[in-house]
């Protein structure tokens, strides 16, 4: 940690932004370390990945980083490794994480097969958490066991989002078309390079991992990489004896090379196998981060930006603008941000977050002030909808003189209901608020 010495107490503790004393190194990749660390406040145990940023510019990583951050946002579940918040300083990017102290499910299924019970269990919380991830629409695109991990209560969490997409990065054909992921994990449709449901591809990858935990080795197996994938294109694989005739029936139905005929999750969640034992989380029950009292990277720019003060830190949003030349609001509505969830504003954020209100009462939303946070609010719809009832979160920044940029994400609900509201009823209802909204040409508003 040679660039934090100004943040080291004494005593030789390695304590960084005054808020977490850093402990041993837990693994290494090529552009990251992950260490221990400890919240001084809490005395929590979090991880912490340090990522230098030099790096991250010079190999072209700056999106993975900046996705990476805006999935891991939105996929609050039970069943997944949380963000808890992401700080920088100049030279390294800090993703302080949920520490989980189990190990990988990779090292279980090195030991050989699991019993059938043990590798249903696994394979319902991995459906219930990728099923989560969808329905925020997110696919995560490299599911393997090195890359979900165990907690001290033996249960499963869905880690590294680092390849994963979002709505966003779909071509006009409404597929996705960058080749990623594990080859012996990884869907036909997606070695084909012809474009790919993200989400289909996912649950591909989870009946391999449903195989390889009741075989204890994969399916598609061969020396030669391309007769291995001669193997996939054409769904070649044999069960052993010891697998029951319940869960052949449901992997033969995830592992069909046609996407379009591939069994669908709320499929997988209906079949026998599955079922037995099944208690579905309940994802809608965890506060999200202001209720838990956890800061969030942009509510750092908010207390920020009230006090006026000098930061001590660069937190996530500095850091995607300091990576642009200059500091220029077009890098924030470049095509690859989440579409018709920012938009700037002209106005003070008082006048706008009073705008909300007004709005919201007349879309028959509840309003939620935060009690950490003047300048964030949610709008918590009154009625059900396919996953529950829709809720919004909504942050206004202050980000230039005379410039504020407001900012909605979903809390929780359905994708879809969330981008019919955004589109139907959020824009006209703040039409006379908008500067402009990300992917919009200024010279073309009207306002």
């Not at 934090?4 to 837990?26: H, P, Q, T």
């Not at 696919?139 to 890359?147: C, G, I």
């Not at 969030?296 to 996530?316: C, G, H, L, R, W």
């Not at 919201?360 to 003047?374: G, V």
Request: charged share 25%; hydrophobic share 40%; with cysteine.
């Amino acid at each position: 940690m040679e660039d934090c010495a100004d943040n080291c107490g004494s005593g030789g503790r390695n304590i960084i932004f005054g808020k977490y004393e850093m402990g041993r190194m837990l693994g290494q990749g090529t552009f990251a370390k992950v260490y221990y660390a400890r919240d001084l406040a809490t005395s929590e145990s979090v991880a912490i990945k340090v990522i230098k940023k030099d790096q991250v510019c010079k190999e072209g990583l700056m999106d993975q980083i900046t996705r990476e951050i805006s999935v891991m946002r939105l996929v609050r579940h039970p069943n997944v490794v949380e963000l808890k918040e992401v700080m920088a300083t100049k030279k390294k990017i800090f993703f302080v994480m949920e520490y989980v102290t189990g190990g990988e499910l990779f090292a279980k299924v090195l030991k050989g097969r699991m019993k059938e019970d043990v590798a249903r269990k696994y394979f319902q919380q991995l459906i219930s958490a990728v099923d989560f991830c969808h329905s925020r629409g997110v696919s995560h695109r490299d599911l393997k066991p090195e890359n979900l991990l165990l907690d001290a209560n033996g249960d499963l969490k869905v880690s590294d989002f680092g390849l994963s997409s979002l709505p966003e990065h779909l071509r006009n054909d409404g597929l996705l078309h960058t080749q990623c992921g594990t080859p012996a994990y990884v869907a036909p449709e997606v070695l084909r390079r012809k474009g790919y449901d993200g989400a289909k591809a996912d649950i591909w990858s989870c009946g391999i991992i449903l195989y390889v935990m009741l075989a204890g080795f994969l399916p598609f197996q061969d020396e030669n990489v391309m007769n291995m994938y001669k193997k996939i294109f054409k769904a070649e694989y044999e069960y052993p004896p010891w697998f029951s005739a319940e869960s052949r029936r449901l992997i033969s139905k995830i592992l069909i090379v046609d996407p379009s005929r591939r069994i669908t999750i709320p499929a997988i969640m209906r079949s026998p196998w599955f079922l037995k034992g099944f208690q579905r989380p309940i994802a809608f029950s965890i506060k999200d981060a202001d209720d838990c009292g956890i800061e969030t990277e942009m509510s750092q720019i908010s207390d920020i930006t009230k006090s006026k003060s000098v930061p001590p830190f660069y937190n996530a949003f500095e850091f995607i603008s300091s990576m642009s030349s200059g500091f220029d609001l077009s890098n924030m509505f470049e095509s690859k941000t989440k579409s018709g969830s920012l938009f700037t504003s002209r106005c003070s954020a008082s006048s706008i977050l009073s705008k909300l209100e007004s709005a919201a009462k007349k879309m028959n939303f509840k309003i939620l002030k935060s009690k950490q946070n003047d300048y964030k609010v949610k709008m918590q719809g009154m009625s059900e909808g396919r996953k529950g009832k829709l809720s919004v979160t909504v942050e206004v920044f202050e980000v230039a003189p005379e410039v504020a940029v407001v900012e909605f994400s979903k809390s929780a609900g359905d994708t879809l209901e969330y981008k019919k509201f955004c589109e139907d009823e959020v824009r006209p209802a703040l039409k006379d608020i908008v500067w402009k909204w990300q992917g919009e040409d200024i010279n073309n508003n009207s306002n």
